[in-house]
């Protein structure tokens, strides 16, 4: 059986979060005049339309109702969103992204599918609706979890146009190591083994950044991979996107302890009801509100090194991510 300090593969949060301590201030990067809402409007259609598209009502209509009762049923598309927004930084076109922001949003309804089922985190409430297996039953759920996942890996393939072959394969390896077993996957594994057990800060990390920054990591690098970003320039969005992932679950803990199942759209409370480990549970809600406030500044500053204007929609994303409310 294998010890909790295996679990830990990057800098633990432990040092990260002494790090942050020891300095009197953290540095704030000014957010760059931006018209966000405009923009996650304007990107939001344009994301729906394709997965509307990309999911068609058709034969086994069962199965395809239940696809799109999940993917279309609403949600923030940070995920694609944050694809577009890396592709166009390096200079790329949303075109050039939008098979692969499609595909991040079928494997992330895949994995909220998933993750409400009986046999996981057993919930009611997804996105203010149903969960799929109370709609359509828990088998016709599975395979339609299954069958956007699939999916996800063939539209990248089928429909991704005027991007070299070599960079469509190495975005397609992104998000597979992102999905399995060194990704998602293991931080759902390593999630159900932990609940109800005292677990390290190290583990808890472990745990958000594989079941949650990973998927997002792979959106940002994704989309700097299919708009023509160098390996210098991929690396770097690879570490914004670490900041922000992490930042992202740090948050829905936060939001968990604090909002009502009314305000999030989902079973508010599960996280205790479930005796998982959480950033305040562990470190208690004002620290973890600093962490956030750290891991903003860290994924600012990896974008220091862009235009401000081209890097803004990334710059708000950020700050979005930090302060969103549901």
Known sequence: MKTQATYAANPSFEQSFRAHEEKKKPQKVPLPPFGFKEYMIQKGNQVNKALDEAVPLQHPRKIHEAMRYSLLAGGKRVRPILCIASCELVGGGEELAMPTACALEMIHTMSLIHDDLPCMDNDDLRRGMPTSHKVFGEDTAVLAGDALLALAFEHVASN???????????????????????????GQVVDIESEGKEVSLSTLEYIHVHKTAKLLEAAV??????????????????????????????????????????????????????????????????????????LTDQANQELGFYDPVKAAPLYHLASYIASRQN
């Open 221 to 294: 690098v994704c989309g700097a991979i299919m708009g023509g970003a160098d390996a210098t320039s991929v690396e770097r969005l690879r570490k914004y996107a670490r900041s922000i992932g992490l930042l992202f679950q740090v948050v829905d803990d936060i939001l968990d302890m604090t909002k009502s199942s009314e305000e999030l759209g989902k079973t508010a409370g599960k996280d205790l009801t479930s005796d998982k480990a959480t950033y305040p549970k562990l470190i208690g809600i004002d620290e973890a509100k600093k962490f956030a406030a750290q």
């Open 160 to 186: 991704t146009k005027n991007v070299s072959s070599d960079r469509v394969v190495q975005a397609l390896a992104e998000l597979g190591s992102a999905v399995g077993s060194k990704g998602l996957v293991a």
